[in-house]
């Protein structure tokens, strides 16, 4: 499934809307870019491309219809999680 | 969460807010982006994992103005990461033939869809109407 529009590569999109009794928005894994790095802790690039968000993989869960993925939109946007990395060096460009 | 239905399927009834239907005058509102592909997206997956009356639920999901929960609030609080949004009022779903769902923790709701097709989706979209700025989205880009 192809996730990039003018340059935004989404790791797993997501609808943040769409959420379940546990409050915590939900997708399946197959829906994933590269499945690999969707492990619990992760944090990945969600939502879509005209408005990614960050988040952290919760859990994963065996359903009929697939692997649940819940996962916990982290606040703010990306690109001023981006802008403090790179105030701190810790990103190189 | 209860137990999958016999098709496997997580029936939706159980996770039905005991609550009276929204008033009319109710707003409901839908974060962005308002594309076609987006709800059919959402109403796919949705499929996937839940059943309404023990077949397979297409539905998109949305907030409403009910409780403690105004607009500004909505947009602020859980539709900050959108720049767009539509709404339009319960009344103007319930007379187009949707039926919402009170579904989950309030203020979630699901607009039931007959299935996943693109013009479905599309004449759901048409009943929202234009998609306006969300003011408390924090932009960046």
Request: one cysteine or more; hydrophobic letters at 40%.
């Given at each position: 499934m192809?996730?990039?529009?003018?340059?935004?590569?989404i790791?797993?999109?997501?609808?943040?809307?769409?959420?379940?009794d546990?409050?915590?928005?939900?997708?399946f894994?197959?829906?994933?870019?590269?499945?690999?790095?969707?492990?619990?802790?992760?944090?990945?690039?969600?939502?879509?491309?005209?408005?990614?968000?960050?988040?952290?993989?919760?859990?994963?869960?065996?359903?009929?219809?697939?692997?649940?993925?819940?996962?916990?939109?982290?606040?703010?946007?990306?690109?001023?999680h981006?802008?403090?990395?790179?105030?701190?060096?810790?990103?190189?460009? | 969460?209860?137990?999958?239905?016999?098709?496997?399927?997580?029936?939706?009834?159980?996770h039905?807010?005991d609550e009276?239907?929204?008033?009319?005058?109710?707003?409901?509102?839908?974060?962005?982006?308002?594309?076609?592909?987006?709800l059919?997206?959402?109403?796919?997956?949705?499929?996937?994992?839940?059943?309404?009356?023990?077949?397979?639920?297409?539905s998109?999901?949305?907030d409403?103005?009910?409780?403690?929960?105004?607009?500004?609030?909505?947009?602020?609080?859980?539709?900050?990461?959108?720049?767009?949004?539509?709404?339009?009022?319960?009344?103007?779903?319930?007379?187009?033939g949707?039926?919402?769902?009170?579904?989950?923790?309030?203020?979630?709701?699901?607009?039931?869809?007959?299935?996943?097709?693109?013009?479905?989706?599309?004449?759901?979209?048409?009943?929202?109407g234009?998609?306006?700025?969300?003011?408390?989205?924090?932009r960046?880009?």
């Open positions: 192809a996730h990039q529009v003018e340059g935004v590569e790791d797993i999109p997501c609808d943040v809307q769409q959420v379940d546990t409050g915590d928005v939900w997708v894994l197959d829906e994933a870019r590269d499945p690999a790095r969707v492990t619990p802790g992760a944090i990945v690039i969600s939502g879509d491309p005209v408005d990614p968000v960050l988040a952290r993989v919760v859990s994963l869960t065996e359903r009929p219809g697939g692997i649940k993925v819940h996962l916990q939109v982290l606040p703010g946007d990306p690109g001023d981006a802008d403090a990395l790179r105030r701190a060096h810790l990103l190189s460009a | 969460m209860s137990s999958a239905s016999g098709d496997g399927l997580e029936p939706i009834e159980a039905l807010r009276a239907p929204p008033g009319h005058a109710v707003v409901v509102i839908r974060g962005g982006p308002l594309s076609v592909e987006k059919v997206e959402h109403a796919v997956r949705q499929a996937r994992e839940f059943s309404c009356a023990g077949a397979p639920m297409y998109v999901s949305v409403a103005t009910v409780g403690s929960w105004s607009l500004d609030a909505i947009l602020r609080d859980r539709l900050w990461s959108r720049s767009t949004y539509a709404a339009c009022s319960a009344a103007g779903l319930h007379d187009a949707y039926v919402l769902l009170a579904t989950h923790g309030s203020p979630h709701y699901d607009i039931v869809l007959a299935d996943g097709e693109p013009a479905t989706a599309a004449t759901l979209l048409g009943v929202f234009t998609a306006e700025v969300n003011p408390f989205k924090r960046r880009r």
